[in-house]
C-alpha cells in the first residue's frame, strides 16, 4: 500500500536547483533514512513531503495522514534540549500518524535517550522518514537509504551499513573506469602520435630515388596517396579521441605525517593526572571523589547521561582546576561549540596558517581532506555556514602546534561525510584525544579508553568502545539472571502462603510480582 508519492519535483534556491526527483513513494512499513551533505535540501524535502512548503514543478500525493517532527525545537522554556526534544517525539508518537517525517530527532538526546528513541520506533507501526546524522541510529532503524547528491535522490535498499558498501562499490568503478579511461586515452593519444609521424615521411621522396626516376615509376603520387590514407586514419582517431567518454580521478585520501610537539617526552607516559577530583552544582553533587589518569597518544572518550557532568569534567582539564595536574611536555588544545578560535574577517588558510607550524602541504592535505579544495581555502569565515565553520576550527585546532586535543561533542552540526573525514584525522593522529561525544561510531571508530560519568561515580574501562558495550551487556544479563532468581523465589514463597491462608494483599503481592517478572522477561 502506497502511503505518498512525490512526482517530478523540482524546487530551486534562488537560481540552484535544491532538488530533482522523478518519483519517490513511501510504501507501508517503510524505514526510509534520508541522507545527504549539510545544505543538500533534506529539511526541505520532509517539509515539500508534509505540506508545509510546495515544490516549484511536480506534485505529493498523499494516501495517509502524515506528521513532521521539526528539527527546530521550542527554546523559550525551562526545561533542557534533551527534555524537549523527547517531549516532541511523545507528543508525534501520541499521534500515531502512518507516516512519521522526523528531522534529526537525536538532537540533544544522550546516548540512554537515543537508544529508548530507537526502541519506541523499531516497535512503532507505521512507516517514517527519518533525517539524521546518527550512523548507528540509521542502521539499527532503516531498511532503505534516500541520498541527496547535488540535487538527485537515489535510492538504496538495506541498512545504513550497506549503503555504505555500495557506495563503497559505486567509488571503485569509477575508480576502474578512471584507470580505463587513461590507459586507452594514451593508447589512442600513441596511435595518434605514431600515424602523424608516418604521414610526415610519406611526404618525403624516397631515398635513393632521383626526381627524374620518381616521375617515370610514379613514386610521389603512390606515397601522396599513402600519406592521404595515413591522416584519414590519423582523423579518425582524433574524432574517438574527442568521443572518449571523460571519467572523472576518485579523490584519494593523502597519507598524514604531522610533526608533534614533545614527541619524546610525550608518547605513551603518564600526561595528565586526576587526584581526588569531584564537583557540585549547586546542591547537586555530579560526581564523587575520584582519581585517573591519560597517558600521551590515548584516545579517551568521556560518556555519560545529560547533565551527568562531561563538560564541567572537561572544563576542569582545560583550566587545570585543583586535583588536575599536567606534565610540562603537555600542550593543549580545546575544541568548544562557540567557535571563538576564528577570525570571520580572515580566509580559511590563513586562520588555519595563524597558529600552524606545519608546512604547506601538511596544511593543504588536512584541509582536502575535511573537503576544502584548491581555491575554497581562500573564503572568508564569515560566509561559511555552520557546519563549514566547524570543519574550519577543527583543522585549525588540529594543525595547532598541541600534541592534546580536548574536544567538547566535535561532531555537531557535521554531516556524515565531515564525520568520516574528521574520524580519519583522529585516528591517524599521533597525539592524545579527550573527547564528549554521542555519537556511538564516532566513539566506537576513536576510542581507546573510556570513561564514564553515570550515577555520581566516574568509571574507567580499559577497552574500546565495543568492548564497554560487551562488558555492560554481560553485567546486564547477569543482573537480569540474579533478579530473575530473586524473583522467582519471592514468587513461590507468596505462592505457598497463599495456598496456606489466601488474602487479597497476598494476591496483590502475587500478581505484582508477576508483572515484575513479565516485564524482565520481556
Given at each position: 500500500m502506497i502511503l505518498l508519492e512525490a512526482l517530478n519535483i523540482k524546487h530551486y534556491v534562488k537560481d540552484r536547483l535544491l532538488l530533482d526527483a522523478d518519483q519517490l513513494r513511501v510504501h507501508k512499513n517503510d524505514r526510509i533514512g534520508l541522507v545527504g551533505r549539510n545544505g543538500s535540501g533534506k529539511t526541505t524535502l520532509l517539509h515539500i513531503l508534509v505540506g508545509k512548503s510546495w515544490p516549484e514543478e511536480g506534485n505529493v500525493i498523499r494516501h495517509a495522514p502524515c506528521d513532521l517532527l521539526p528539527q527546530l525545537k521550542r527554546t523559550n522554556t525551562t526545561k533542557s534540549g534533551g527534555e524537549v526534544t523527547q517531549e516532541y517525539i511523545q507528543k508525534a508518537l501520541v499521534k500515531n500518524p502512518e507516516l512519521l517525517l522526523a528531522d534529526e530527532p537525536t538532537t540533544n538526546l544522550d546516548t540512554d535517550h537515543i537508544e529508548w528513541l530507537e526502541k519506541k520506533l523499531k516497535e512503532w507501526q507505521g512507516a517514517f522518514v527519518i533525517v539524521s546524522h546518527d550512523r548507528v541510529f540509521l542502521d539499527t532503524l532503516c531498511t532503505t537509504i534516500w541520498e541527496i547528491n547535488e540535487g538527485k535522490i537515489s535510492v538504496y535498499t538495506g541498512s545504513y551499513s550497506d549503503y555504505e558498501a555500495q557506495k563503497e562499490a559505486e567509488r571503485h568503478q569509477e575508480q576502474i573506469a578512471y584507470e580505463n579511461y587513461v590507459k586507452t586515452k594514451k593508447?589512442?593519444?600513441e596511435a595518434l602520435k605514431l600515424k602523424e609521424k608516418k604521414a610526415e615521411r610519406a611526404a618525403k621522396k624516397p631515398k635513393k630515388v632521383s626526381q627524374s626516376e620518381a616521375k617515370i615509376t610514379g613514386a610521389r603520387p603512390y606515397f601522396a596517396k599513402k600519406q592521404k590514407k595515413l591522416q584519414k586514419t590519423a582523423s579518425a582517431i582524433e574524432t574517438r579521441l574527442e568521443k572518449l567518454e571523460k571519467a572523472e580521478k576518485v579523490k584519494e585520501i593523502q597519507p598524514l605525517k604531522?610533526?608533534?610537539p614533545n614527541a619524546e617526552t610525550f608518547k605513551n607516559r603518564i600526561i595528565l593526572r586526576a587526584e581526588d577530583v569531584s564537583s557540585r552544582m549547586g546542591e547537586r553533587m555530579l560526581w564523587n571523589k575520584t582519581s585517573f589518569f591519560v597517558r600521551g597518544?590515548?584516545?579517551?572518550a568521556i560518556i555519560g547521561p545529560n547533565g551527568s557532568g562531561k563538560t564541567t569534567l572537561v572544563k576542569m582539564i582545560v583550566s587545570q582546576a585543583p586535583g588536575i595536574t599536567c606534565s610540562?611536555?603537555?600542550?593543549?588544545?580545546?575544541f568548544s561549540q562557540n567557535l571563538n578560535i576564528l577570525d570571520e574577517a580572515k580566509s580559511i588558510i590563513e586562520n588555519v596558517r595563524s597558529t600552524s607550524?606545519?608546512?604547506?602541504?601538511?596544511?593543504?592535505?588536512?584541509?582536502?581532506?575535511?573537503?576544502?579544495?584548491?581555491?575554497?581555502v581562500y573564503k572568508l569565515v564569515e560566509v561559511l555556514s555552520g557546519g563549514e565553520r566547524v570543519k574550519v576550527a577543527l583543522t585549525k585546532l588540529f594543525l595547532s602546534d598541541m600534541n592534546t586535543l580536548i574536544l567538547d561533542e566535535p561532531t555537531n552540526y557535521l554531516d556524515m561525510e565531515a564525520v568520516r573525514a574528521l574520524e580519519s584525522l583522529l585516528k591517524e593522529y599521533e597525539g592524545s584525544v579527550i573527547f564528549v561525544s554521542h555519537d556511538?561510531?564516532?566513539?566506537?571508530?576513536?576510542?581507546?579508553?573510556i570513561l564514564e560519568i553515570r550515577d555520581q561515580k566516574i568509571r574507567?574501562?580499559?577497552?574500546?568502545?565495543q568492548q564497554y558495550k560487551q562488558e555492560k551487556s554481560k553485567k546486564k544479563r547477569e543482573f537480569e539472571k540474579d533478579q530473575r532468581l530473586l524473583l522467582e523465589t519471592k514468587i513461590t514463597e507468596v505462592?505457598?502462603?497463599?495456598?496456606?491462608?489466601?488474602?487479597?494483599?497476598?494476591?496483590?503481592?502475587?500478581?505484582?510480582?508477576?508483572?515484575?517478572?513479565?516485564e524482565l522477561d520481556q
Open positions: 593508447q589512442l593519444e604531522m610533526n608533534l597518544g590515548e584516545k579517551l610540562p611536555s603537555l600542550k593543549m588544545g580545546y607550524k606545519q608546512d604547506e602541504t601538511t596544511i593543504r592535505t588536512v584541509l582536502a581532506r575535511m573537503h576544502f579544495f584548491r581555491d575554497d556511538r561510531r564516532f566513539i566506537e571508530t576513536i576510542a581507546t579508553r574507567l574501562f580499559e577497552g574500546t568502545y505462592l505457598s502462603r497463599l495456598s496456606i491462608e489466601p488474602s487479597e494483599e497476598l494476591e496483590t503481592e502475587f500478581q505484582r510480582l508477576l508483572k515484575e517478572k513479565r
